[in-house]
DNA sequence: TTGCCTGCAAATCCTTTGCACTTTT
DNA sequence: AAAAGTGCAAAGGATTTGCAGGCAA
C-alpha cells in the first residue's frame, strides 16, 4: 500500500513529461525535499534551497510547490502551527500533532487503509491517506496534564 | 463516548468557574456557537454576533474564542481552506474535507474510537477526536476526477 | 476599586499576484 | 522565437498585539 520511493530523477522526468520546464530551482526543491525525511516550512525550504541555489526567491518556492502538488509530487498539512509543512508524497505517512507542544510523530499511511475503507463504503469520501494530520497529546504532555 | 451536550449555562458557569469574566460578548459567542450546529469561521461568527451586540469588534471574537479552547469549550480546525472553523467541542465530530470542491462532512466522533485506542497504544498519543479533520475527494468530485 | 475585557488601529505572519525580465524548450 | 519560469515588490487575508478606556467582580 505504501507508495514506491521516488528518486530526485523521478520528479524531474515528472515535471518534463507533464509538459512543464526543468529549472535549477525546481532541481534543488526536488534535491531537499528527497534529503530530508521531515516536513518543512516554506521558510526552511527557502533556507535549504538557497545554499544551492543562493538568488531563489521565496514566492518561486510557492510556485514550485504549487506545481509539485498538482503533479502529485509532493502534499502539505497544516499542522496547527500557523505555517504549512510539505514533503515528498512517496514518503507517505500521517501526523499526529500535540496539542500542547507542538511535537509530531509521523504514523505509515496503512494504518489507515481501515478507516479509508470504511469511509468509503459508509461516506462514499475517498480519503487522502498522504495528507491525514491528528490533534491529539504526546505522551509527555499527557502526563503533565495528569499531574494536575 | 460521546460528550454530554453542553449548554448555555454550562459554558458560563465554565468560564466564571475559571476565575475569567462572564461578558456580554461572550454570553453572545457562547449562544451562536450552542444554536449553531455547523462550524463557522470568525468572520461569519462576528456577523452573527453583531446581531446580539451589534459593537463587538473582530479582535474580541478571536480573544473570546482563545479562552473557550483554553476552557476545552471550543474547538477549531483548518479545513482546507485559509481560515479556521470553530465549534462548540461538544458538538463531537470529524470533518470529511473534499480537496477539489471544498465540501465537507461530518462524521461523529465515535467512529474515531478504534483507531484512537491504536494510536494510544502504538504510539502513546491521546487522539483528539474533536479535531479530525481529513482530506480527500468526495463523491461527486470522485466521479469527475475518473471520466477524464 | 482592581484588573480583566474591550475597541481601535496598527503590526505581523503567511501566501498570492502583477509585471517586466530571464530562462528553457 | 514562444512560452513558461523567475525576481521583485506590493497586495491580500487571517490573526495577533499595544494601548487607553470601560466594565465585571
Given at each position: 500500500?505504501?507508495?514506491?520511493?521516488?528518486?530526485?530523477?523521478?520528479?524531474?522526468?515528472?515535471?518534463?513529461?507533464?509538459?512543464?520546464?526543468v529549472t535549477n530551482?525546481?532541481?534543488a526543491v526536488a534535491d531537499i525535499l528527497h534529503n530530508s525525511s521531515a516536513h518543512l516550512t516554506v521558510e526552511e525550504l527557502v533556507l535549504a534551497v538557497r545554499k544551492i541555489e543562493p538568488d531563489i526567491n521565496q514566492?518561486?518556492?510557492?510556485?514550485?510547490?504549487?506545481?509539485f502538488?498538482?503533479?502529485?509530487?509532493?502534499?502539505?498539512?497544516?499542522?496547527?502551527?500557523s505555517a504549512a509543512v510539505y514533503h515528498l508524497a512517496g514518503q507517505s505517512h500521517a501526523h499526529l500533532v500535540c496539542d500542547r507542544c507542538?511535537?509530531?510523530?509521523e504514523v505509515p499511511a496503512s494504518r489507515f487503509d481501515l478507516i479509508?475503507?470504511?469511509?468509503?463504503?459508509e461516506f462514499s469520501f475517498t480519503l487522502d491517506r498522504h495528507h491525514?494530520?491528528?490533534?491529539?497529546?504526546c505522551a509527555h504532555c499527557r502526563e503533565n496534564v495528569e499531574k494536575k
Open positions: 500500500m505504501q507508495a514506491p520511493p521516488i528518486s530526485v530523477n523521478d520528479i524531474i522526468c515528472t515535471i518534463r513529461d507533464s509538459g512543464h520546464r530551482g525546481k532541481r514566492s518561486t518556492i510557492y510556485r514550485i510547490l504549487e506545481e502538488e498538482e503533479l502529485g509530487l509532493v502534499v502539505h498539512s497544516h499542522l496547527g502551527a507542538g511535537s509530531t510523530q479509508a475503507r470504511e469511509l468509503l463504503e491525514v494530520a491528528l490533534s491529539g497529546l
